[in-house]
Structures are given as C-alpha cells and as structure tokens.
C-alpha cells in the first residue's frame, strides 16, 4: 500500500501527525548474495594490502638511511669525500621519508560550512529522517549537519572510532532540501542509508573507500612542506644546495609516482565493486519511491548541480556591482525556470552521452535508471510537498547559509550588502540588458557555462 502524503498543505505539514505517519511503512529488505559478500570482503583486504606496500616502502628506504648513516658515512668519510656530497643521501633519504609518511599525520580538515542541527528546533525533519531509516532497515543517524553542497551524505560520526558501531551522521546539502520534493528527499536518504542497510557491507566500504580517499591525498595533496622544497629550488645561489634539492625533488616524484601506482591499482579493485554499491543502494530508493522518482532524482540532482554554479557564479559576480542575493536557493529556483529547455537539453546530452570509465566509482545516470527499471513503478511513500516543509523556518535558515555560503569566498560582510533576489535582479538588468542568471563566471564546470552561456 502507498502512503500519501501530497494532500496535505506545507502549513499542515509542520504540525499534523498525519503527515510523518504517511512514511511507517517498511520496504522488502534488499539481500546481498554470498558470492557478493565474499567479493566485498576479498576487495577489502586486497585494499588493507596496498597501505602495507606503502609502509613497506617507507621502512625500506628509512633502513637505507639508518644503514648509511651506520655504516656507508664513515667509510667514505675516511676516503676524504666532499661534507656535502656525504651529506647528500641521508637528507635525500630523509626528505623522502618525510614526504611519504606526512599524509598519515596531516588530517583533512571537516567543512566548516557544515551545521550541526538541533533535533529540538528541528524535530519534525529529525523525525523524518527516522522514520526513513526505519523503513529501509538501516540505523539512525545521531546527527543530522546541513551545508551548501547539492548532496547528501550519510557517514560514521567519528571516523575510524565510530566503525564498530551505528554511530551515524547524515550530512544533507541546503540546494536539495530547496529543490526537492518531500518524496525526492526521501529517495536520497534511503539511497544513503541503503549503504548502511548491510552493516558487514557498510564497514567494508568504509575501508575501501578510506584508502582511495587517503591515497588520493598523498598524492594530490600539497603543503607547506611542498612549499619550501619548491622554494629551495628557485630562491637558493648555492650550486651544491640546489643540487641536493633537485634530487631530493627527484626523488619525492618518484616515491609519489609509486603512490600514484597503488592509488590506480587500489581504484581498478574496488571501483567495479563500489559501482555494484551504489545500484545496490538505488534498490533502497526504488523499493521506497518507486522506479520514476528515482528517475526524476537523478535528474534535478543533476539540474541542480548546474544551476547552483550558474546562481553562485552570479551572486560574485553581483558583488562587484556592490550587492549581493539574499537567498542563493530564491535565485537557484528562479534560474531553473528560466533555463529550464537548456538544462533539460544538457541533461538529454547527459544521458545520451554518458559513459562508465574503469576508475569511476558511480555508474552513469542512463546505466543507473536502467537497472531501476527492474523494480516497482510506485514504491511504498509519495508527497509532492516541497522537502523544505521539513524545517522549522526554512527561509530564515537558508538566507544564514547563503550569507555563511557568500563570506566564506568574499570575507565578512556588511548587512546592506544583502538584498533580495528580485531587487538585485532589477539593478543588473537595468545596467547591462540581461537578467542576473545570465552571468556567470569560472566558478564552476565548463558545462554549467555551456548551459548558462
């Protein structure tokens, strides 16, 4: 039986029982098959493997320095070799080391635009939250952050300490919670705790998906470290000192380019597997929503991607005229009526051209909405409220996140600067003859230009 819940007004929505009652009823649970859970499990210490090829590495060149310093130094000392030239493998030595073990002690630092809300000022989104994760059989999270990204995200609340228990976080992006109805945000969730529905599965995937992360990291990553080797290089008059540089630089190009190698062979384990995840994680969303909502997901998920860096682009660039929007997510749905042949042109490109690589950890949308195919036309819950019926004062939340959202690129802001969409629609029209959604700027993918240009 489906539960409705489009009857009822966003006004009744904040109050009536009625309205969370609509979502009590729990999907067919999704089984993993016991080839796959071996698969799973195979990856997994294959990828546990890969950090023990780097710590290997680590200790051998690390035992080529001790053994140096021990016993190849005062060897050649004694044949009256240049200090410097003695000096050299033991700082190249170092240096290696030094770069190959940072990643372990630098930790990435959490998004500071995240907000941890409270389930006291929000217990009607809280509650439907539960009753999501009840439904698709999963935990439910302990907290609930909200932050400016057109995703969500449903993760261990402290890493690596929270991974023997259900201790969850969901992070939702404030770009869905605007353009989503209520049955499209209950799609996302049961996606995300999807992934926590299988807790062996879960935990596995934490793994495999923390070592990608790291490895990326390590080798991408660059610091102040990097920063003074690089240094060294260009500012430095001494020939010797710019030589022992230049080969410590050699050298930690290389040890990068083995990094670089387990990253590509850790990624050509794990991404078919991680692929298989997230259409195991679709079911969830199919079996809850059904099959043509979960369509409709993927497609505004990505609308609202595009839209979200045309609006951005705009409001800095609003800037310079001396005003800024006060809601991103007002000018967000204003854009997207107004681009709304091109996006759906982009999309249609989108799907038609859409190809699944070998490092790619997501299928494509075409391959995704083909496999939902095979589950129900109509899933258990439906609403055509807007999602953001959900917060207590939803207007009054997203104009703090767009003013956090705006000064975390343009620095503290004066409250004068902030004025309505429509007002600062009006101004730049009658300057430059084009509606403010036209602009945009290198914020952002070459296809949202495409699409805004």
Request: net charge neutral.
């Amino acid at each position: 039986m489906i539960a409705h819940a489009e009857t009822l007004t966003p006004e009744d929505a904040r109050s009536a029982p009625r309205f969370l009652d609509a979502l009590q009823t729990k999907i067919e649970p999704v089984f993993l098959s016991l080839p796959y859970r071996a698969a799973l499990g195979i990856v997994a210490w294959a990828m546990v493997l890969l950090p023990l090829m780097y710590l290997t590495l680590v200790g051998l060149v690390s035992w080529g320095v001790v053994w140096y310093v021990m016993n190849g130094l005062p060897f050649l000392a004694g044949l009256g070799i240049n200090v410097l030239l003695l000096a050299t493998p033991p700082i190249v030595g170092v240096t290696m080391v030094l770069f190959l073990i940072k990643p372990l002690f630098f930790r990435q630092k959490r998004h500071s635009d995240e907000v941890r809300l409270d389930p006291a000022e929000e217990a009607v989104l809280f509650d439907f939250v539960r009753r999501t994760a009840r439904a698709v059989g999963a935990p439910e999270p302990r907290e609930i952050r909200l932050d400016d990204r057109v995703n969500a995200s449903a993760s261990f609340r402290r890493g690596m300490l929270s991974l023997f228990s259900d201790d969850l976080v969901l992070t939702l992006g404030m770009p869905l919670a605007a353009g989503l109805t209520l049955q499209q945000l209950a799609g996302v969730l049961a996606h995300e705790f999807g992934h926590f529905g299988q807790r062996t599965g879960m935990r596995l995937s934490y793994v495999i998906r923390s070592v990608n992360h790291w490895f990326a990291r390590a080798v991408y990553a660059r610091d102040f470290f990097d920063a003074d080797l690089e240094h060294s290089l260009e500012k430095s008059d001494s020939l010797q000192v710019n030589a022992i540089a230049s080969i410590a630089s050699f050298c930690v190009r290389m040890s990068r380019e083995i990094l670089r190698k387990l990253m590509y062979l850790g990624n050509v384990i794990s991404s078919s597997l991680l692929r298989q995840m997230e259409y195991d994680a679709d079911r969830y969303t199919v079996r809850l929503v059904g099959r043509n909502v979960h369509a409709s997901i993927l497609r505004d998920i990505f609308l609202l991607s595009h839209v979200y860096q045309i609006s951005l682009s705009a409001v800095l660039n609003r800037y310079r005229q001396g005003t800024l929007t006060d809601s991103l997510a007002t000018l967000m749905q204003a854009n997207r009526r107004r681009l709304a042949g091109r996006l759906d042109e982009a999309y249609r490109a989108h799907l038609a051209g859409g190809r699944t690589h070998l490092f790619d950890t997501h299928p494509t949308d075409s391959e995704r909405i083909a496999k939902g195919l095979s589950g129900p036309v109509e899933g258990v819950f439906a609403s055509d409220l807007p999602a953001s019926v959900l917060f207590r004062d939803f207007a009054g939340l997203e104009r703090a996140r767009s003013r956090s959202l705006f000064e975390s690129f343009l620095g503290p802001l004066p409250s004068e600067a902030f004025v309505p969409v429509e007002q600062a629609q009006a101004e730049l029209e009658e300057g430059s003859g084009r509606p403010y959604w036209y602009r945009s700027a290198s914020i952002g993918s070459s296809a949202a230009a495409r699409v805004a240009g």
